[in-house]
């Protein structure tokens, strides 16, 4: 994808993006039909569905070489990230969207042959949106993103954590590590989207992000705009990210970066 093939791409994405969140916002108090999936607290609703089926009509029509890559099974079978595919999450934060209208985001990745190309995530009550083309910076709306600062400590940081696998009985990180973390950190928060947290890290506002349980449709576009502000990301214990299955994240500054894999995260296998 040459420079012009991408802003073009761009601009054409984050106009869906806008227009599917303001559709969500016009109808945000409309009674929700809510159903659950792999669990009792694992919610969705027909405008989580709606949102998907809109961008994957839209990209078959206008690029019909191109993939979806969807949480609510709308897109393809994607089993490479060959070629150009699309990895949509069309509402992350569910919980978030049903219970509290607010802080959810549409979060859209386009990769290409595997790397990132183009990463929106949009604030849908806030209007705010997140943006990055691959070389050419990350975004706040027309606000550039600055480069995360040359120097941070951890006793000076806030880290989005989810607070599930701070319990004992979590399957994937020692407690005793997380809880030596969480001493030595500032502060914590959970915002209950994965994208939103991606993005609160690049802007700035929080330091790092450490989770257990995501999905590619979670991070893809989280990835590209964290990359260009400096950002490091990678699984739990610092490998690369699998853009295909399900993953830990690790997405921080790069500096405490080193220091929590190296210091706190003790993985169970
Ligand atoms: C979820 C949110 C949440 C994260 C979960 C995700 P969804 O996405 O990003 O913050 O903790 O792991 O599944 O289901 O609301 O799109
Ligand atoms: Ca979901
Ligand atoms: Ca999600
Ligand atoms: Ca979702």
């Given at each position: 994808m040459d420079k012009l093939q991408r802003t073009n791409l761009y601009k054409q994405a984050k106009e869906w993006v806008l227009e599917a969140g303001q559709r969500i916002r016009e109808t945000i108090d409309d009674p929700r039909t809510i159903q659950t999936k792999?669990?009792?607290?694992d919610l969705v609703t027909e405008m989580d569905q709606e949102t998907e089926q809109f961008f994957a009509g839209m990209i078959r029509k206008l690029y019909p070489d191109h993939h979806v890559f969807g949480?609510?099974?709308?897109?393809d079978e994607i089993t490479?990230?060959?070629g150009t595919v699309w990895i949509i999450?069309?509402?992350?934060g569910t919980m978030n969207f049903v219970?509290?209208?607010?802080?959810f985001a549409i979060s859209v990745g386009i990769y290409e042959d595997g790397v990132g190309e183009i990463g929106l995530i949009y604030n849908v009550m806030e209007d705010t949106i997140y943006t990055a083309v691959r070389g050419e910076g990350a975004y706040k709306n027309h606000h550039r993103l600055a480069q995360l600062p040359e120097e941070k400590q951890l006793k000076q940081a806030i880290f989005a954590l989810n607070t599930?696998?701070?319990?004992?009985?979590?399957?994937?990180?020692?407690h005793k590590g997380v809880h030596e973390l969480v001493k030595t950190l500032r502060s914590t928060r959970t915002y209950g989207s994965a994208a939103l947290e991606f993005a609160f890290v690049a802007e700035g506002i929080i330091d790092g992000y450490l989770t257990m349980t995501l999905m590619p449709w979670d991070i893809a576009a989280g990835m590209v705009i964290l990359k260009e502000v400096g950002g490091t990301v990678t699984t739990a214990d610092g490998q690369d990210i699998d853009m295909l299955h399900q993953t830990t994240i690790l997405a921080c500054h790069p500096k405490l970066h080193s220091d929590v894999i190296g210091e706190f995260v003790d993985l169970k296998q």
């Open positions: 792999s669990n009792a607290n949480e609510e099974g709308f897109g490479s990230l060959e999450d069309p509402i992350d219970h509290q209208k607010r802080n599930t696998w701070m319990l004992p009985e979590n399957p994937f990180i020692s």
